[in-house]
C-alpha cells in the first residue's frame, strides 16, 4: 500500500501537517521517533502556548494535546517508537526504511513531509574550554531531567544564553529551589522573547549580564566554577576580563539548529542563513514531492507558527502533483537575517503566500519593502523590529514576474 | 655525550644550578627551577643514547603546585589479602593486553585501575592510528615492536571483534625538490629499518585518491600498512576476553604504597585492601615512574606531553578516507608531532593532536589555542577543513620519558617486578607484540606454569545494529526487540544494545562507560537527547535512582534527586 504523505516527527509541525494533509483528502501515515506524540512540547510544562492561534495561554502538554485529540480522532495511521533509518527516491514516489519493536521494515509515500524539529547547540560549538565533567546540560537537557524525570539538574548553576529555553529554566529551576547565578549572553542584545526577560529574569530578581560569555569548565567529576569573559563586538573574549564563578552547573541555551540530516540525504538543499531546507511558496524543498516544515525549516520562537507552516506543508503535499516549476527567487536582502520562503513558483498561485523572516538587528522605525523589480509588493511600516522576534506576513505575490527581493529601510535606529 | 662534556655543559649554560651523577646506568640530574620547559630541556641534554643510559630527574620544580595524583574516592576491603600470581597495575591498553594475553594461563591475574573504566587516560584520549613506523630508526624498542605489532592488528581485531581499518597513510610535501631527498630516505627504511611497505607516489595520483588535499602536494610518502581503530573500543575488548577468560579487573582501586623486602615487592597497598601478588607488572602510564618508585626500582622519568584532538561531524567525513599530514623540513625532530588528519572507524575526521610539555599528569582540559594550532597547520593539508565542523574536542597526556622511547624490561632491582613504562606514540600499534613479549617474561618469572586447556580468544562485542542489512536487523530484532527502539539517533543505538553493554563481561554503568562502548552521546547532539534516556535505562538496569547513576567517576553527579514533590513518568 502506498501513501499520499508520510509526515516524519510527531511533534507540533508534524501533528499539524499529518491533521491537514488527512483533511485534504491525503491518504497520511506519520511517523514519530519517540513513544508518545507531542515532540518538545511534552517537557514545556510552562504557559504562553497557543497565544495566537486560540487567544489564550496554554502549557506545551495543553497545546499538544489539542492535536493529538483531532489527530487520533481522525485516525490518521501512525507509527510510535519508529525510527526512520533512510529515505530513497523511487520512480514515482519515496520508499521509507525504519525501525521499531517490531524489526526493520519499509513503507512508500508519494511525499514527504519532514518535520524533524531542531536541536541545541552544545557547549564545544560555542567554544568552551576546560576539563568535561558531569553538571554541563543544554536547556532542553535539563528540562528533560526537570520535567519528564522529575529529577533536579543542578543546585547552584550559570545560565550561558539568553534564548527561551535558557530563560524559561532560568525560572524553572528557581522554582525548584534551585539558585540561578546569573545569565550570560555573549551578545549585546538579549537572544529571547522580551516577555521572557520581564516574565522568566526580572520577577525572579535573576540577573542578565550582556556581552559576556562562559570560556571555561572546571572539575573533573561533578563541575565546580565557570571562568566568565567580556566579549568585545566581535564577540571573542577579552583577555584579562576571566573571572571564575563557583557553581555546580552549567545549562545551555546557545542557538538551535534545525534538523535537516534526513533532508540532506535526499540530496535537499540548505538555506545556510535559516539551515533550513531552502523552499517554494508551498514549503516544498528543492527535491519535487519533499517538504519541510516547523523548526526543521527555520527556527520560530512561537509555536504558534509552528503549527501554522505544518499546515501549509501537509495541504500542498495533499494537493502534490509533479508538475513543471517556473521559479523566481525571494531572496533577503539589507536588514534581513532571512525570509522563508526563498522562492516562488509562478505557475502556483501567489494571491497569499504566507512569508517567514526576522530582523538582522534590532531596529527602532522601519520599512519593510518587498520589491519584484522596480514594482513594489510590500511597503510595511514597523515600530521596531528585534531578530528574536520572528515576523510573518501574508502578502498577495500575483504581480509578480521576476525574481524578488525584501529588505529593511531604517528610519530611526 | 658522556658526564664530563654535560656537566660542563650544563655549568656553562645553567652555573651551579643544577647537578649530574652517574651510577648503574642511571644518570640523576638535581637543582631547583621554577620553569618547566627548562627541566624539560636540562634533562633532555642528559640523554645518551648511544651508552644506554636513563636519565632520572630529581630537579625540584618550584614553579607551581605539582597536584598528587587522583584517586577514587572509595574506601573498602574488598581486595584484602588477595594473593594473585599476577598484580597488573593499569588498565590502558598495555595492561588491558598483558592481560589477556597472560589469560591463557592457568594463573590468578589480578589488574587495578584507579579510574572508574580501563582507557580512561592516554589509551582513550589518542587519535587511534595503527602506524606504520616510517619514522622509527632501528635501535629503539619503539622500532623493535613496531612491524610486529602493526602486522598482529588484523587478526587482534578480529579475534576481539573491534573495528579496524587499513586506510593507509600519506605524508605530503609540497616541496618537488625534496623528492630525490625522500626516496633516499624511504630506501633507507626498507633496506636498513625493515619499514618495507613505503612507496613514493606522485602529486597527481594523491590528487586522484584525495581530491580534497591541498592542491599544491607535489608528491607523498603512501604507507599502505598504517591504519586505525578504536583505541578505548580495543583496550575494553582485550579486558573483556581477559575477564571472560577468568582474569579479575578491579576498576576504582588505586595502588598507593608498595612493602619491598630483600629486593622483592611482598604487598601492595590500595584503597580496597593490600594485595600480595607474586609478581607486579608496572603499565600505570604516566604513573609508571610513581610505581617504579614505590617498587625501589626507579631509573627513569616520566616528562607529561599532552595534546589535543578535535573530532569533527560525520557530515564532514567525505573531506578524506585515510590518514594524512603535512610535511616539513623537520625529520629529525621526531617528537614534536604538529598532528594530522584522520578518517575514523566510525567515520569522524579527527584532527591533532598537538604536543604541549606539562608537569600535570592528569589535567585533561582542553584550550583554544590547540585547537588553533592544529587547524593552522591541518588546513594546509586539506583547505576546505574548517572549525565549524568540530563537535568536541578532548585532550590526552602521553607518558614518554626523556630518552623518548619504552621501558620493557624487568625490574633491574627488584626481582618480582615488570616494567612496561615510558609508552608513547606508536604505544597502541605495538601493544599487542609487547604483550606477547611481557607475557613471557612473567610466565619464565613466575616458572611452572600451566596454559589453559579452554582459553577463548574469541570476544564477542555489542552487535552493531546500524552497520547490518535490514533483514539481518529484522531478524535480531524479531529476538529482541529492545535492538528496534532506537534510543541516541545521532549514532542509531538501540536500547537493546545498551543493556548488552550492561550485561558485557566488564559492566561500567556509568553514561560515560556506555558512551566509550557504544557511541550515544559522540555525534553532533553530544547526549543532548539520549543523555536522560541513557541515564534512566542504566538506573533501571542497575536496580537505583536516576540521582546515582554516574557520568564516570565516582563524584561525577548527573542529578541531585526529585524535584520537589517530583515523581518520575
Given at each position: 500500500m502506498k501513501y499520499d504523505a508520510a509526515v516524519i516527527g510527531g511533534g507540533p509541525a508534524g501533528l499539524a501537517a499529518a491533521i491537514e494533509a488527512h483533511k485534504n483528502g491525503a491518504k497520511v501515515i506519520l511517523i514519530e521517533r519517540e513513544a508518545r506524540l507531542g515532540g518538545i512540547l511534552k517537557q514545556c510544562i510552562h504557559d504562553g502556548f497557543g497565544l495566537v492561534r486560540f487567544g489564550k495561554k496554554l502549557s506545551g502538554p495543553e497545546y499538544a494535546e489539542i492535536f493529538i485529540d483531532e489527530?487520533?480522532?481522525?485516525?490518521?495511521?501512525?507509527?510510535?517508537?519508529?525510527?526512520?533509518?533512510?529515505?530513497?527516491?523511487?520512480?514515482?514516489?519515496?520508499?521509507?526504511?525504519?525501525?521499531?519493536?517490531?524489526?526493520?521494515?519499509?513503507?512508500?509515500?508519494?511525499?514527504?513531509?519532514?518535520?524533524?524539529?531542531?536541536?541545541?547547540?552544545?557547549?564545544?560549538?560555542?567554544?568552551?574550554?576546560?576539563?568535561?565533567?558531569?553538571?554541563?546540560?543544554?536547556?532542553?537537557?535539563a528540562q528533560n531531567f526537570t520535567n519528564l524525570l522529575g529529577e533536579l539538574p543542578v543546585k547552584k548553576c550559570v545560565i550561558l544564553g539568553s534564548g527561551d529555553i535558557?530563560?524559561?529554566?532560568?525560572?524553572?529551576?528557581?522554582?525548584?529551589?534551585?539558585?540561578?547565578?546569573?545569565?550570560?549572553?555573549?551578545?549585546?542584545?538579549?537572544?529571547?522573547?522580551?516577555?521572557?526577560?520581564?516574565?522568566?529574569?526580572?520577577?525572579?530578581?535573576?540577573?542578565?549580564?550582556?556581552?559576556?560569555?562562559?570560556?571555561?569548565?572546571?572539575?573533573?567529576?561533578?563541575?565546580?566554577?565557570?571562568?566568565?569573559?567580556?566579549?568585545?563586538?566581535?564577540?571573542?573574549?577579552?583577555?584579562?576580563?576571566?573571572?571564575?564563578?563557583?557553581?555546580?552547573?552549567?545549562?545551555?541555551?546557545?542557538?538551535?539548529?534545525?534538523?535537516?540530516?534526513?533532508?540532506?540525504?535526499?540530496?535537499?538543499?540548505?538555506?545556510?542563513?535559516?539551515?533550513?531546507?531552502?523552499?517554494?511558496?508551498?514549503?516544498?524543498?528543492?527535491?519535487?514531492?519533499?517538504?519541510?516544515?516547523?523548526?526543521?525549516?527555520?527556527?520560530?520562537?512561537?509555536?504558534?507558527?509552528?503549527?501554522e507552516s505544518g499546515e501549509q506543508a501537509g495541504r500542498a503535499a495533499a494537493h502534490y502533483s509533479a508538475a513543471k516549476r517556473n521559479y523566481i527567487s525571494l531572496k533577503a536582502e539589507n536588514g534581513l537575517l532571512y525570509m522563508v520562503p526563498q522562492r516562488l513558483d509562478l505557475e502556483a498561485d501567489n494571491s497569499a503566500v504566507t512569508v517567514y523572516f526576522r530582523s538582522r538587528e534590532e531596529l527602532g522605525k522601519c520599512t519593510l519593502k518587498i520589491k519584484c523589480g522596480e514594482k513594489t509588493i510590500v511597503e510595511k511600516k514597523y515600530q521596531f523590529m528585534r531578530p528574536p522576534e520572528m515576523e510573518r506576513l501574508t502578502v498577495d505575490f500575483s504581480g509578480a514576474d521576476g525574481d524578488i527581493t525584501a529588505e529593511i529601510e531604517v528610519t530611526e535606529k | 655525550m658522556n658526564l664530563k662534556k654535560l656537566e660542563k655543559e650544563l655549568r656553562k649554560k645553567y652555573g651551579s644550578r643544577f647537578t649530574v651523577s652517574e651510577s648503574e646506568g642511571v644518570r640523576t640530574v638535581s637543582g631547583e627551577s621554577g620553569d618547566w620547559n627548562e627541566i624539560i630541556s636540562v634533562c633532555s641534554s642528559a640523554v645518551d643514547k648511544k651508552h644506554g643510559v636513563h636519565v632520572v630527574n630529581d630537579i625540584k620544580f618550584t614553579g607551581a603546585p605539582v597536584p598528587a595524583m587522583r584517586l577514587p574516592s572509595l574506601r573498602d576491603n574488598a581486595l584484602d589479602g588477595a594473593q594473585p600470581d599476577v598484580l597488573i597495575i593499569g588498565g590502558g591498553i598495555s595492561g588491558a593486553s598483558i592481560a589477556r594475553e597472560l589469560s591463557k594461563w592457568d594463573i590468578d591475574i589480578l589488574l587495578v585501575d584507579k579510574e572508574s573504566d580501563l582507557a580512561m587516560q592516554a589509551s582513550g584520549r589518542n587519535d587511534g592510528e595503527v602506524h606504520p613506523g616510517i619514522d622509527l630508526s632501528k635501535g629503539s624498542l619503539k622500532h623493535k615492536y613496531i612491524i610486529r605489532g602493526n602486522r598482529m592488528y588484523g587478526k587482534v581485531c578480529e579475534e576481539?571483534?573491534?573495528?579496524?581499518?587499513?586506510?593507509?597513510?600519506?605524508?605530503?610535501?609540497?616541496?618537488?625538490?625534496?623528492?630525490?631527498?625522500?626516496?633516499?630516505?624511504?630506501?633507507?627504511?626498507?633496506?636498513?629499518?625493515?619499514?618495507?611497505?613505503?612507496?613514493?607516489?606522485?602529486?597527481?595520483?594523491?590528487?586522484?585518491?584525495?581530491?580534497?588535499?591541498?592542491?599544491?602536494?607535489?608528491?607523498?610518502?603512501?604507507?599502505?600498512?598504517?591504519?586505525?581503530?578504536?583505541?578505548?573500543?580495543?583496550?575494553?575488548?582485550?579486558?573483556?576476553?581477559?575477564?571472560?577468560?577468568?582474569?579479575?579487573?578491579?576498576?576504582?582501586?588505586?595502588?598507593?604504597?608498595?612493602?619491598?623486602?630483600?629486593?622483592?615487592?611482598?604487598?601492595?597497598?590500595?584503597?580496597?585492601?593490600?594485595?600480595?601478588?607474586?609478581?607486579?607488572?608496572?603499565?600505570?602510564?604516566?604513573?609508571?615512574?610513581?610505581?617504579?618508585?614505590?617498587?625501589?626500582?626507579?631509573?627513569?622519568?616520566?616528562?607529561?606531553?599532552?595534546?589535543?584532538?578535535?573530532?569533527?561531524?560525520?557530515?564532514?567525513?567525505?573531506?578524506?578516507?585515510?590518514?594524512?599530514?603535512?610535511?616539513?623540513?623537520?625529520?629529525?625532530?621526531?617528537?614534536?608531532?604538529?598532528?594530522?588528519?584522520?578518517?575514523?572507524?566510525?567515520?569522524?575526521?579527527?584532527?591533532?593532536?598537538?604536543?604541549?610539555?606539562?608537569?600535570?599528569?592528569?589535567?585533561?582540559?582542553?584550550?583554544?589555542?590547540?585547537?588553533?594550532?592544529?587547524?593552522?597547520?591541518?588546513?594546509?593539508?586539506?583547505?576546505?577543513?574548517?572549525?565549524?565542523?568540530?563537535?568536541?574536542?578532548?585532550?590526552?597526556?602521553?607518558?614518554?620519558?626523556?630518552?623518548?622511547?619504552?621501558?620493557?624490561?624487568?625490574?633491574?632491582?627488584?626481582?618480582?617486578?615488570?616494567?612496561?613504562?615510558?609508552?608513547?606514540?606508536?604505544?597502541?600499534?605495538?601493544?599487542?607484540?609487547?604483550?606477547?613479549?611481557?607475557?613471557?617474561?612473567?610466565?619464565?618469572m613466575l616458572g611452572n606454569v600451566k596454559k589453559k586447556e579452554n582459553f577463548n580468544p574469541i570476544r564477542k562485542g555489542v552487535p552493531v545494529l546500524r552497520d547490518m542489512s535490514p533483514e539481518e536487523r529484522d531478524a535480531l530484532i524479531k529476538q529482541n526487540p529492545d535492538y528496534g527502539e532506537i534510543v541516541c539517533r545521532c549514532e542509531e543505538i538501540s536500547k537493546g544494545e545498551i543493556i548488552d553493554a550492561l550485561n558485557s563481561p566488564l559492566c561500567v554503568p556509568t553514561v560515560d562507560g556506555i558512551k566509550k562502548r557504544l557511541r550515544p552521546g559522540m555525534g553532533r547532539c553530544q547526549g543532548g537527547f539520549c543523555s536522560p534516556l541513557v541515564t534512566k535505562i542504566i538506573a533501571e538496569h542497575q536496580g537505583i535512582p536516576v540521582s546515582q547513576v554516574r557520568k564516570s567517576g565516582a563524584d561525577a553527579v548527573i542529578t541531585y534527586g526529585k524535584t520537589k514533590g517530583g515523581e518520575s513518568l
Amino acid at each position: 500500500m502506498k501513501y499520499d504523505a508520510a509526515v516524519i516527527g510527531g511533534g507540533p509541525a508534524g501533528l499539524a501537517a499529518a491533521i491537514e494533509a488527512h483533511k485534504n483528502g491525503a491518504k497520511v501515515i506519520l511517523i514519530e521517533r519517540e513513544a508518545r506524540l507531542g515532540g518538545i512540547l511534552k517537557q514545556c510544562i510552562h504557559d504562553g502556548f497557543g497565544l495566537v492561534r486560540f487567544g489564550k495561554k496554554l502549557s506545551g502538554p495543553e497545546y499538544a494535546e489539542i492535536f493529538i485529540d483531532e489527530f487520533e480522532k481522525e485516525n490518521i495511521e501512525s507509527l510510535l517508537l519508529t525510527f526512520v533509518t533512510g529515505i530513497k527516491k523511487t520512480g514515482d514516489g519515496f520508499e521509507i526504511s525504519f525501525v521499531n519493536r517490531s524489526g526493520a521494515d519499509k513503507i512508500e509515500s508519494n511525499t514527504i513531509i519532514l518535520a524533524t524539529g531542531c536541536r541545541e547547540r552544545t557547549a564545544k560549538q560555542v567554544s568552551i574550554h576546560g576539563t568535561r565533567p558531569s553538571g554541563v546540560f543544554t536547556a532542553g537537557t535539563a528540562q528533560n531531567f526537570t520535567n519528564l524525570l522529575g529529577e533536579l539538574p543542578v543546585k547552584k548553576c550559570v545560565i550561558l544564553g539568553s534564548g527561551d529555553i535558557g530563560l524559561i529554566m532560568a525560572r524553572r529551576l528557581t522554582l525548584e529551589g534551585a539558585q540561578v547565578l546569573g545569565v550570560y549572553e555573549a551578545k549585546p542584545t538579549p537572544s529571547g522573547l522580551t516577555r521572557n526577560i520581564h516574565q522568566c529574569l526580572h520577577d525572579y530578581d535573576i540577573p542578565l549580564y550582556l556581552s559576556h560569555t562562559v570560556t571555561k569548565v572546571f572539575g573533573d567529576d561533578r563541575l565546580t566554577a565557570v571562568e566568565i569573559s567580556r566579549v568585545d563586538e566581535k564577540m571573542q573574549p577579552i583577555p584579562g576580563t576571566e573571572t571564575i564563578v563557583e557553581c555546580d552547573g552549567l545549562i545551555l541555551s546557545v542557538g538551535l539548529i534545525p534538523e535537516n540530516e534526513l533532508a540532506e540525504s535526499l540530496g535537499v538543499k540548505l538555506d545556510p542563513a535559516t539551515k533550513g531546507p531552502s523552499c517554494d511558496g508551498s514549503l516544498m524543498t528543492g527535491i519535487e514531492g519533499v517538504f519541510s516544515c516547523g523548526n526543521a525549516l527555520h527556527v520560530n520562537d512561537l509555536v504558534d507558527y509552528v503549527s501554522e507552516s505544518g499546515e501549509q506543508a501537509g495541504r500542498a503535499a495533499a494537493h502534490y502533483s509533479a508538475a513543471k516549476r517556473n521559479y523566481i527567487s525571494l531572496k533577503a536582502e539589507n536588514g534581513l537575517l532571512y525570509m522563508v520562503p526563498q522562492r516562488l513558483d509562478l505557475e502556483a498561485d501567489n494571491s497569499a503566500v504566507t512569508v517567514y523572516f526576522r530582523s538582522r538587528e534590532e531596529l527602532g522605525k522601519c520599512t519593510l519593502k518587498i520589491k519584484c523589480g522596480e514594482k513594489t509588493i510590500v511597503e510595511k511600516k514597523y515600530q521596531f523590529m528585534r531578530p528574536p522576534e520572528m515576523e510573518r506576513l501574508t502578502v498577495d505575490f500575483s504581480g509578480a514576474d521576476g525574481d524578488i527581493t525584501a529588505e529593511i529601510e531604517v528610519t530611526e535606529k | 655525550m658522556n658526564l664530563k662534556k654535560l656537566e660542563k655543559e650544563l655549568r656553562k649554560k645553567y652555573g651551579s644550578r643544577f647537578t649530574v651523577s652517574e651510577s648503574e646506568g642511571v644518570r640523576t640530574v638535581s637543582g631547583e627551577s621554577g620553569d618547566w620547559n627548562e627541566i624539560i630541556s636540562v634533562c633532555s641534554s642528559a640523554v645518551d643514547k648511544k651508552h644506554g643510559v636513563h636519565v632520572v630527574n630529581d630537579i625540584k620544580f618550584t614553579g607551581a603546585p605539582v597536584p598528587a595524583m587522583r584517586l577514587p574516592s572509595l574506601r573498602d576491603n574488598a581486595l584484602d589479602g588477595a594473593q594473585p600470581d599476577v598484580l597488573i597495575i593499569g588498565g590502558g591498553i598495555s595492561g588491558a593486553s598483558i592481560a589477556r594475553e597472560l589469560s591463557k594461563w592457568d594463573i590468578d591475574i589480578l589488574l587495578v585501575d584507579k579510574e572508574s573504566d580501563l582507557a580512561m587516560q592516554a589509551s582513550g584520549r589518542n587519535d587511534g592510528e595503527v602506524h606504520p613506523g616510517i619514522d622509527l630508526s632501528k635501535g629503539s624498542l619503539k622500532h623493535k615492536y613496531i612491524i610486529r605489532g602493526n602486522r598482529m592488528y588484523g587478526k587482534v581485531c578480529e579475534e576481539l571483534n573491534v573495528p579496524f581499518k587499513r586506510c593507509g597513510q600519506y605524508v605530503c610535501f609540497e616541496q618537488a625538490y625534496l623528492k630525490p631527498v625522500i626516496a633516499i630516505y624511504t630506501l633507507k627504511r626498507k633496506l636498513i629499518d625493515g619499514i618495507d611497505d613505503s612507496v613514493l607516489i606522485s602529486g597527481k595520483e594523491l590528487k586522484k585518491r584525495e581530491p580534497n588535499f591541498n592542491k599544491s602536494f607535489k608528491f607523498a610518502i603512501y604507507n599502505p600498512m598504517a591504519g586505525c581503530v578504536c583505541p578505548y573500543g580495543l583496550t575494553i575488548a582485550y579486558g573483556e576476553n581477559a575477564v571472560m577468560n577468568g582474569a579479575k579487573i578491579s576498576l576504582n582501586t588505586a595502588v598507593t604504597d608498595m612493602k619491598v623486602e630483600n629486593g622483592k615487592i611482598v604487598s601492595v597497598t590500595t584503597n580496597r585492601g593490600i594485595i600480595r601478588p607474586k609478581i607486579v607488572i608496572n603499565a600505570a602510564g604516566v604513573f609508571a615512574e610513581d610505581i617504579a618508585k614505590m617498587a625501589c626500582d626507579r631509573f627513569y622519568s616520566i616528562h607529561p606531553r599532552r595534546g589535543t584532538n578535535s573530532i569533527l561531524d560525520k557530515k564532514a567525513g567525505g573531506l578524506m578516507s585515510s590518514i594524512a599530514s603535512i610535511k616539513k623540513l623537520e625529520f629529525s625532530n621526531s617528537h614534536t608531532k604538529g598532528g594530522g588528519l584522520l578518517n575514523t572507524v566510525h567515520g569522524n575526521i579527527l584532527a591533532g593532536p598537538d604536543a604541549v610539555e606539562t608537569y600535570e599528569k592528569e589535567n585533561f582540559a582542553t584550550h583554544r589555542e590547540s585547537i588553533q594550532n592544529v587547524f593552522g597547520k591541518q588546513k594546509g593539508t586539506a583547505p576546505a577543513l574548517t572549525e565549524r565542523d568540530i563537535i568536541t574536542y578532548f585532550t590526552g597526556v602521553r607518558a614518554p620519558n626523556f630518552e623518548e622511547d619504552f621501558v620493557i624490561e624487568k625490574g633491574r632491582k627488584t626481582s618480582n617486578l615488570i616494567h612496561c613504562a615510558c609508552i608513547q606514540s606508536p604505544g597502541l600499534t605495538t601493544a599487542p607484540a609487547v604483550a606477547l613479549d611481557i607475557e613471557k617474561m612473567a610466565v619464565e618469572m613466575l616458572g611452572n606454569v600451566k596454559k589453559k586447556e579452554n582459553f577463548n580468544p574469541i570476544r564477542k562485542g555489542v552487535p552493531v545494529l546500524r552497520d547490518m542489512s535490514p533483514e539481518e536487523r529484522d531478524a535480531l530484532i524479531k529476538q529482541n526487540p529492545d535492538y528496534g527502539e532506537i534510543v541516541c539517533r545521532c549514532e542509531e543505538i538501540s536500547k537493546g544494545e545498551i543493556i548488552d553493554a550492561l550485561n558485557s563481561p566488564l559492566c561500567v554503568p556509568t553514561v560515560d562507560g556506555i558512551k566509550k562502548r557504544l557511541r550515544p552521546g559522540m555525534g553532533r547532539c553530544q547526549g543532548g537527547f539520549c543523555s536522560p534516556l541513557v541515564t534512566k535505562i542504566i538506573a533501571e538496569h542497575q536496580g537505583i535512582p536516576v540521582s546515582q547513576v554516574r557520568k564516570s567517576g565516582a563524584d561525577a553527579v548527573i542529578t541531585y534527586g526529585k524535584t520537589k514533590g517530583g515523581e518520575s513518568l
